[in-house]
Structure formats: C-alpha cells, structure tokens
C-alpha cells in the first residue's frame, strides 16, 4: 500500500491551495478515504472523508471551504482547500478510513 500526497505549500489567508493523494497497491475504490492533519502542538485531527460512492463529510471548521473529491480511475484523493486561515497550517495525510495507513504527509502553512 501506498499513498503519495503533494500539493502543500505557503499561502496568504484566504489563498487556496490542492492537495493531492495518488494511491497505489490496494483497491482504491472499495475504501472510504479520509484526509487527517497533524496541527502544531496537537494530535491528528480529522478533516473530511469521502465514501466510495463519493459521498463526502467535513469537519465543522472547514465545512463550506473545502471539498474532497477523487478519482476512482486514476487512484487519486483530492483536497480543494479555500479561504484558508492560519488555524488549517499543519501537515496534512491521506489515510484509509479507519486504519493507521496514510502517506508521508505533505505541509500547509497559512501565514501572512
């Protein structure tokens, strides 16, 4: 299993950015998949999953500024991201919903 997420950089609040999960090594669309992100000085925090129908959910903070989307064809998870404020810097993981598997993670900072 493999999961490779790039996308991340430094933005001005209110930018945009979009994050990207290429999978491989499993069957990517027979699992829900999550975005998770590690916030300084926190744990995980889940940020969105996605089911493999494409039915998304949110985590309260980000709903109406990003959206999660994939591609069962070409094995990839999305993150359109905006509106970012300072609080969404962190490094930010695609994971299979529910397992410990995620990639290695790819940095959003939000900074002026």
């Known amino acids: 299993v493999h999961l490779v997420e790039s996308g991340g950089g430094l933005v001005q609040p209110g930018g945009s950015l979009r994050l990207s999960c290429r999978a491989s090594g499993f069957a990517f669309d027979g699992y829900q998949m999550s975005w998770v992100r590690q916030v300084p000085g926190k744990g995980l925090e889940w940020v969105s999953h996605i089911t493999r129908s494409g039915s998304p959910k949110y985590t309260d903070s980000v709903k109406g500024r990003f959206t999660i989307s994939r591609d069962n064809v070409k094995y990839t998870l999305y993150l359109e991201m905006n509106n970012l404020k300072p609080d969404d810097t962190g490094v930010y993981f695609c994971?299979?919903?529910?397992?410990?598997?995620r990639g290695q993670g790819t940095q959003v900072t939000v900074s002026s």
């Open positions: 994971a299979i919903t529910g397992t410990e598997t």
